[in-house]
């Protein structure tokens, strides 16, 4: 019997083609605090931009500016000064009062400026979208942006990180975080300069006009209780 090895060729190849194949794909878990506890960003029922420490590192996130560069519905323009920053939210934007979207760390309220808080040194920013004011209080009426910082560690760790860009804009950061006493009190302890040149000039003088300088600094206390019920954190922090 004579087998045609054109045909068996043939064959073959139209079996390899046809076998399906199946590709793993596995999507990060991205837990956020929005509705002040933490959930999966998944399961979330609301409009949330989450931004975590690796992707603001990566990213060279270091204010509102740049976390609106990647947030649809989100602007942020800064003004001359720090005294009239108003964060926008899906276009809802107004020029007396207070603002329609505000800022919180760690759930807390901030009412002045917010481009002084170092975000390299944040554990996330989460940007929330549409109404918030059953959580977050007043002038949330069209979102909140919540800073969340790092909480003290029961193992030794810390980062030091320095960046140079034009204008004469450097950035530099680092933090430390261990315990005291192990598995018991831990500290966390954060510095961060920022220096920013300015890109206008006084035709009179020929001095730079519009540099800001920024000098942060940041120091918590986390103390775990021992109960029966487990460990319960009390957290002490300061800015």
């Known amino acids: 019997m004579k087998v045609n090895a054109k045909k068996l060729l043939a064959t073959s190849i139209i079996a390899t083609l046809a076998t399906p194949v199946v590709a793993e794909i596995s999507i990060e878990e991205v837990v956020v605090s929005a509705r ?3 959930e999966n960003l998944q399961e979330v029922p609301l409009s949330v931009t989450a931004f975590n420490a690796s992707t603001l590192q990566d990213y060279r996130m270091f204010s509102p500016e740049d976390i609106a560069g990647f947030t649809p519905g989100f602007s942020f323009v800064n003004s001359f000064g720090r005294d009239s920053d108003r964060p926008v939210v899906r276009g809802m934007s107004n020029i007396l009062g207070s603002p329609n979207a505000s800022f919180f760390i760690d ?3 901030v009412p002045g400026t917010i481009s002084s808080t170092e975000l390299q040194m944040l554990e996330r920013v989460e940007v929330i979208k549409g109404p918030q004011a059953a ?4 002038a949330t009426f069209s979102g909140a942006i919540n800073y969340v910082t790092r909480r003290p560690t029961n193992e030794l760790e810390g980062q030091v990180t320095v960046t140079v860009a034009e204008h004469d804009t450097t950035n530099t950061n ?3 975080s261990g315990p005291i006493v192990e598995d018991a009190l831990y500290f966390y302890l954060g510095a961060g300069f920022s220096e920013y040149g300015g890109e ?12 800001e300088e920024t000098t942060t600094f940041t120091g918590k206390l986390a103390l775990h209780l021992k109960s029966k019920r487990g460990k319960s954190p009390l957290l002490v922090a300061g800015d």
């Open 36 to 38: 002040k506890r933490s």
């Open 107 to 109: 759930g807390v309220y």
């Open 200 to 211: 206008y000039k006084n035709t009179i003088s020929g001095d730079e006009v519009g540099g």
């Open 135 to 138: 959580l977050y209080g007043r």
């Open 174 to 176: 680092a933090y430390v």
